[in-house]
């Protein structure tokens, strides 16, 4: 989707030079600041609410607690995870995997049909940078012709102090961030105790936060929309995700060209019967851009999505009293053939994909067990004769996936004949909460139950009121020939 160009070859190539270079570079590959002017409208309104909501979640969740255990916490460290209270332990990898794996697959089903509007709405990084440090920078600085103008001053009194201002604060914000996403990984209590006790009595986590610190600061303070360019990997994915039936932030080129291009406004001027496009060549969608680039040469590795241009190019065309959506969330083929949305045989097959990976998930999450349970056979172990019974020793493993101590029972569920102990233990134990209990179990099966050489046996585990948990299912080895 890309703008009429002009016949001369002079003109297309400085129209060209989109393709290969960047916004934020100039030719020498020295950087161009970006000054983006504040960005005002319906869709700006929208996403400061969107992100205010998803800001407060962020910033409250560390203190929610569901029946004493943190909403979210990824204690790596320690191997505990905990997902809206629920505790996950390191034998819970497989959901991690497929949960990674589906949430992969719904990126790429929600870009394939909506672009990156992830990265304008969602996205962490466009979040802190546009819905906290600019509107900071705005405060302090001005809008983009005061930050211009501040910058190109010589160090005074007023530029001292506003730049001081500003990067005590972003400091400030940058050490308040570092100290939130660490309350995700070690907790809230603990992380109140290390505020409590002091960096000297916690010199390493200091240290580590000082770090964060230092790299949320650079990316916020000077890296900004190099880090959406550069270092994210979901910008370069748009090449191969994004088709002609992606709804992007997108100019309906076809209005804004016509047959003559864009123009100039000019007052009282019959633009249509000149053949000239709706757009005026303002330059304001360029001037909101975030990572400064040109809308109207297309969809771009640089754009985010994040609406800045629409709201600036609606305000303009209702100046001037043209109709909005010169600049919309639209795809190539709904302005190329003015035709409406639908679903592909390629969304479809990504979608029903999705829905595949998304039932698994949830029906893994619900047969769950509270206590996994393991019994492994004991290697260099044979059967021994007691009588009439036959005797295998197993290594047990159970784990307690729930942050309640449990008092436990376990069976043999098949054969119902047999007898199982636990050494130490008998039939019934007690194991903590987030803890696992190992130990050598042996069953017995008496030799007229026993049909073959390796027989497959059921055991189970029960709580105290009968309820079974988990079950197990291993091979129990006896003698060859079952005559003797």
């Not at 890309?2 to 290969?20: A, C, G, L």
């Not at 998304?358 to 996994?372: A, D, Q």
């Not at 209990?437 to 017995?444: D, E, H, M, Q, S």
Request: hydrophobic share 40%; aromatic share 14%; net charge positive.
């Amino acid at each position: 989707m890309y703008q009429k160009m002009p016949e001369t070859q002079d003109v297309k190539n400085e129209n060209d030079s989109f393709r290969t270079t960047l916004a934020t570079a100039d030719q020498t590959g020295k950087r161009k600041w970006v000054y983006p002017k504040k960005p005002k409208g319906k869709y700006t309104k929208y996403r400061d609410i969107v992100s205010t909501c998803l800001l407060l979640f962020l910033f409250i969740s560390p203190f929610i607690k569901i029946k004493g255990n943190p909403l979210f916490l990824f204690d790596i460290l320690n191997r505990q995870f905990y997902i809206f209270g629920a505790y996950f332990s390191p034998s819970d990898f497989y959901l991690f995997a497929i949960g990674l794996v589906t949430s992969v697959v719904f990126i790429i089903v929600f870009t394939v049909i909506y672009g990156r509007i992830f990265c304008g709405w969602i996205c962490p990084q466009t979040i802190f940078m546009e819905h906290i440090f600019r509107k900071i920078e705005y405060l302090i600085e001005g809008d983009r012709n005061k930050q211009i103008r501040l910058d190109k001053q010589n160090w005074d009194s007023e530029k001292i102090r506003k730049k001081l201002l500003k990067w005590t604060i972003f400091a400030i914000i940058s050490f308040i961030i570092s100290n939130l996403f660490l309350s995700y990984i070690i907790g809230i209590d603990a992380l109140k105790k290390i505020v409590i006790e002091g960096p000297s009595e916690n010199i390493s986590t200091f240290l580590g936060l000082l770090i964060f610190t230092s790299l949320f600061y650079f990316v916020f303070a000077w890296f900004r929309e190099q880090a959406c360019t550069f270092i994210c990997p979901y910008g370069r994915l748009q090449g191969v995700l994004i088709d002609k039936d992606t709804i992007n932030v997108a100019y309906d080129f076809i209005r804004g060209e016509s047959t003559a291009g864009r123009c100039k406004w000019k007052k009282n001027e019959d633009r249509k019967t000149l053949g000239k496009g709706d757009c005026i060549d303002c330059g304001q969608c360029v001037a909101v851009c975030p990572t400064g680039i040109d809308i109207r040469n297309g969809s771009q590795l640089e754009c985010v999505n994040c609406t800045a241009c629409i709201d600036a190019c609606d305000e303009v065309m209702t100046k001037i009293g043209f109709p909005t959506g010169l600049i919309k969330y639209a795809s190539e083929n709904m302005i190329e053939k003015r035709s409406k949305f639908k679903f592909t045989p390629r969304v479809n097959a990504y979608t029903l994909v999705l829905i595949i990976l998304v039932s698994v998930c949830t029906s893994l999450l619900f047969i769950r067990s509270s206590v996994e349970t393991k019994f492994l056979k004991e290697t260099g172990t044979q059967f021994s004769v007691e009588d009439n019974l036959i005797v295998d020793e197993y290594q047990f493993i159970f784990a307690n996936k729930t942050t309640e101590n449990k008092n436990l029972n376990v069976k043999v569920i098949q054969p119902t004949n047999a007898e199982i102990f636990l050494l130490g233990y008998g039939t019934h134990f007690s194991i903590k909460a987030k803890s696992t209990l190992k130990g050598i179990a042996t069953v017995k099966i008496p030799k007229s139950t026993l049909k073959n050489t390796k027989e497959e046996i059921i055991i189970g585990v029960f709580d105290d009121k009968g309820k079974k948990i988990d079950q197990y299912k291993t091979n129990f080895i006896g003698p060859s020939n079952l005559r003797f």
